[in-house]
Each structure stands twice: as C-alpha cells, then as structure tokens.
C-alpha cells in the first residue's frame, strides 16, 4: 500500500478552519498568498476570493470565475498578474489584480497547484504543485503547457522503463538575486535549476520532512524551512546544509528579506521569526492571537502584512522589534 503523503500547506491551513462561520468580510477569511506590485496589493485564498487594496486598510473584491481555494499569486509589470489554485486552475489579470480570466484547467488532472514563478518581464513562467506538477508559459501567462518535472536523474531518464516518474508535492519556487531558481518539496526534496526552469538538478536533502518555503540570498545563501520548526541554511547554493535552531515546531510556512536587511519567516501558530545575521541565528516572535500565517510581504512603504487563517494582518515594526522571547 502506498505510504501516507505529508498534506500539503494548502489543506493544512484549510483542515485547521475547517467548519469555521463565514467571515463577514474575506479580507478575514482564509488567505494563502500575497503580491504586491506598483503600490498594490493582492491576496488569494479560499472559495476563490480575490482581493487587492492601495493602502493595506480597504480590500476590494476582484472579479474572479473561480470558486477553488487559491494557493498562491504573482504580480508583475503593467498590471499583469497570476494566480493559480486547485482544480489545477490559472488565473490572468491585466489591470492589476481588479479582474481575472481562466487561462488554464486540466479536467483530467485536478490535482492543486501550490506556487508560481514569472520573470521580471513577465513573460516566462511557471506553475508548481502536487504529484510534481509542471506548468510553463512563454507568453506572458496567456498560454500553459503541462510537461514532465525536467528533474535531472528522475526514474524516467533512467534505463528502466518499468520506473514511475518522481512523484512529489512541488510547495515553493522562488529565485535567487544570481536568477538560479529553487524549488522546496515535500518529502525532503530539494532543487535548484541554474536555467530558468529548464532543468532541475536534486539537491542533498538535509531532512526527510517537507519542506514549505525557500528563501534564497545572495552569494549562493540559501534557507529551506517547513516542518515542526525545521530550518536549514546553505552556504553553496544547496550544496552543503547547517540546521538553524528556531525554538518552535511549528510548521514555517513563508520568508522574506527586508528592506533593512533582516529576514523574516512566519508560519503555523501565530509564528514570526526575525533574524538580524544573515539567517544564523534567529528570534522567536509569537503573535497573541496564534493564527497560522501562510505568506508574508513587505510593502515599499516598508509596511509589512502577512496573511493568513484570519485573513490580512499587519506585522507592526514596533511588535516586530519588541523583547527577545
């Protein structure tokens, strides 16, 4: 019999709500992701909601054809915008995240997507997700193709024709100020492509739990978090992994560097780690409310917000720079 897969972020977050009143605003609903672009914001999450605001106060609704949860979203230049969800669904915006258009659905394969990837032209993308789901556009999002996980050694290159295709939940992909691409996956797996995405090339596993989150820096630095708390930190793009202490066993969900140079993470449990030495060492923030944060951002206001199982919040740069605990 096959072995129990680990659940994937998405339906960790909506098991924890499961059964929960309607929020009378989705702005505290259940959110998964948030973008930012041009002074604007957009968030997804469940039943499809879709919501971008100028100020981080008022939320409007967006114009959405989807009812799915919706696990994450990208923004990119003139008002271009991505969101992918369950149902294996991609959405496009063109004005900013206001209104959608279904680009992509796959009826015989349901199965999530979890992240997705554009460049800085936004042009060239990629969509993530369960059972090593792949998606790539080249044309802005317009269009997107399934193919196989280009992973390198994958059992389908290999002699055997009898072998199965690697089969994992794709969490996160993110890319590198050096444009090296990593992916975190469950299972323990961990891969980088130093060719946007054309192949991938497993890295050394530092741990055999799932990973939820990547955040890599530069000069080949790189953190890889999920799990119970567990964080690792490379120093050669992957290559090599020291374990960070946390103080938590919270599943870490998201990441982000600040304008000012610390790092951020967050995740399960009202989490916020903040570290002021590259990822080294951390300090252990926990919110009063202890909702699980799913992703975070900071705005070029420099305000930061994180959302999560009670929607939007703003991180406050005095809590966020209160006591150790």
């Keep these: 019999m096959r072995p129990a897969r680990i659940c994937t972020l998405a339906v960790s977050f909506a098991l924890a709500v499961a059964g929960a009143a309607e929020a009378p605003l989705a702005a505290r609903d259940l959110l998964l992701d948030i973008a930012a672009a041009g002074g604007r914001m957009v968030v ?17 609704p967006a114009r959405v054809p989807v009812d799915v949860l919706l696990t994450a979203v990208a923004l990119g230049p003139g008002g271009l915008g991505w969101a992918v969800g369950h149902d294996a669904v991609v959405l496009r915006s063109t004005d900013g995240g206001r209104s ?10 349901s199965s999530p997507l979890l992240d997705v990837w554009m460049d800085s032209e936004g042009i060239h993308g990629i969509a993530v997700g369960a059972y090593s789901r792949y998606l790539v556009t080249r044309d802005g999002g317009r269009h997107w193709a399934p193919v196989p996980f280009p992973v ?5 290159a290999e002699a055997d024709p009898d072998a199965l295709p690697l ?9 590198a100020p050096s444009g090296a691409l990593y992916l975190a996956a469950e299972a323990g797996h961990v891969f980088r492509s130093d060719d946007r995405g054309a192949s991938w090339m497993p890295l050394p596993s530092p741990y055999v739990g799932s990973f939820f989150g990547v955040l890599p820096l530069e000069d ?27 103080g938590t066993q919270e599943m870490l969900t998201d990441g982000i560097r600040l304008q000012d140079g610390r790092l ?8 916020v780690l903040v570290s002021r030495d590259g990822g ?16 975070v951002l900071q705005r070029g206001d420099g305000r930061v917000f994180a959302v999560g199982e009670k ?14 605990r």
């Design 311 to 324: 929607g939007v919040v703003e991180l406050e740069r005095g809590w966020l720079e209160g006591p150790d």
């Design 167 to 175: 089969d994992v939940h794709l969490n996160a992909i993110r890319e």
């Design 220 to 246: 080949d630095v790189v953190l890889v978090f999920g799990l119970r708390g567990h964080l690792y930190r490379s120093t050669d793009g992957g290559r090599h992994w020291a374990r960070v202490q946390t």
């Design 280 to 295: 080294r060492t951390f300090t252990l923030r926990v919110r009063p409310d202890r909702a699980g944060l799913s992703a």
């Design 44 to 60: 997804v999450g469940a039943r499809g909601h879709i919501l971008h605001s100028a100020d981080g106060r008022i939320w409007h």
């Design 152 to 156: 390198a050694g994958a059992p389908e």
């Design 264 to 271: 951020l993470l967050v995740g399960l449990g009202g989490v």
């Design 100 to 109: 959608w258009v279904d680009v992509y659905a796959d009826a015989e394969d």
